[in-house]
């Protein structure tokens, strides 16, 4: 089952905002990890963030975690249309286990 | 340095007929995966192997069988297609099962079974 859910389930907002999604998890985690799918291609990795991290950044990208509340948020600013994919979280539970990602969030930029 | 490849790209079967997707990457890494993505869904984990010589079941192993011919090619065979089987099949490598690296995806294939 997956551990990761991702809310909201679509998001839709105009080039220049910016886009928050939330990943929700179960289980203690080794790792948390945000990747992009661009319609009908493969994913593509965005950022991985320790457990014992709080907050990190890419570019416009910036992702939070906090592990009391089992959560993680990813914030793209000043959003392009060009950004308009789907968007996954994924966790590892320890140091051998594979990545279980979850349903993602579809974000759309409107031009 | 193609990154990870899979073929065929699209395919169509018949229900009851088998196939083999094909995997390879060119990273040397040691681990490497397969996943089914149906709508909604997200990414669902089929069969992975941790190195050369080992594979596991993941979450959606029914109805498939994985084989790591090398270190570079891993193949999953559909013995007997069901339309619940029709999906987008991705593989995915990285160099250690859970380490704290990035996994790197192929295109995908978009299977329709009828």
């Known amino acids: 089952s997956q551990q990761g859910e991702e809310d909201p389930q679509a998001l839709s907002i105009q080039e220049g905002e910016n886009a928050t999604m939330n990943c929700s998890y179960k289980t203690s985690i080794n790792n948390l990890q945000w990747y992009r799918q661009n319609s009908g291609r493969g994913l593509v990795h965005l950022i991985l963030i320790r457990s014992n991290e709080r907050e990190k950044h890419s570019g416009r990208l910036r992702v939070t975690l906090d592990t009391s509340k089992k959560s993680s948020s990813l914030l793209i600013t000043a959003s392009r249309a060009a950004d308009t994919a789907s968007y996954f979280c994924?966790?590892?539970?320890?140091?051998?286990?594979?990545?279980?990602f979850g349903k993602g969030t579809r974000l759309s930029v409107i031009a | 340095n193609a990154g990870v490849t899979q073929t065929p790209k699209f395919q169509v079967l018949k229900t009851g007929q088998s196939m083999t997707l094909q995997c390879a990457q060119d990273?040397?890494?040691?681990?490497m995966y397969w996943y089914r993505q149906d709508p909604g869904m997200g990414l669902r984990l089929i069969y992975y192997?941790?190195?050369?010589?080992?594979?596991d079941k993941g979450e959606v192993p029914n109805g498939y069988n994985v084989s790591r011919l090398n270190k570079r090619e891993f193949s999953l065979r559909l013995e007997s297609a069901a339309p619940s089987q029709t999906s987008v099949y991705f593989c995915a490598s990285e160099p250690f099962v859970g380490s704290y690296n990035e996994q790197f995806f192929g295109p995908g294939t978009r299977l329709t079974v009828l």
């Open positions: 192997s941790a190195s050369e010589g080992t594979t």
């Open positions: 994924a966790t590892t539970t320890s140091g051998n286990t594979p990545l279980v």
């Open positions: 990273m040397n890494h040691n681990s």
